[in-house]
């Protein structure tokens, strides 16, 4: 029969690995994401940032908008305070930033309406040719009756 001490310490040795991996796995995922993110972010002339906290289990979103000249200089607003083509907009650019960093062969948007703001017309447009590059793709939209 084999040692038993032995082979819980090779289980051990080989759990901790698997996770210190993993760890190196998500670390790395989330730094694309945050890439990511400014990149998408950048089309329509905003910066931000994501913040994981992995222990917490929490993401927050930060997005500078390009209203410099209104006085807001380098003030950044969280998801709360941006208005509703710009929440619209860091939103699209959120869900493009998850598709990426997940990576499922089939994207589905559900009740997906374009509205006339121009930020929301950026969005649909990325999301849309993103969508149509990488992936099969459907749209639901929502019509008036």
């Not at 710009?86 to 869900?95: D, G, M, P, R």
């Not at 089939?106 to 930020?119: A, G, T």
Request: with cysteine; charged share 25%.
């Amino acid at each position: 029969m084999l040692n038993r001490p032995c082979n819980v310490q090779a289980l051990q040795a080989a759990y901790n690995a698997r996770i210190i991996r993993w760890t190196d796995f998500r670390d790395s995922i989330a730094t694309r994401a945050k890439m990511q993110f400014l990149y998408h972010l950048s089309n329509r002339g905003f910066t931000g940032r994501l913040q994981f906290d992995h222990d917490k289990g929490k993401l927050s979103l930060r997005v500078q908008t390009d209203d410099l000249e209104a006085g807001t200089q380098g003030r950044q607003k969280d998801a709360k305070s941006l208005s509703g083509g710009e929440k619209s907009f860091s939103t699209i650019c959120l869900l493009l930033t998850m598709w990426e960093a997940v990576g499922c062969p089939v994207r589905c948007l559900d009740e997906f309406v374009r509205r006339p703001s121009l930020e929301v017309r950026e969005a649909a447009r990325l999301l849309t040719s993103r969508a149509r590059r990488t992936s099969s793709w459907t749209r639901s939209t929502a019509t008036s009756r």
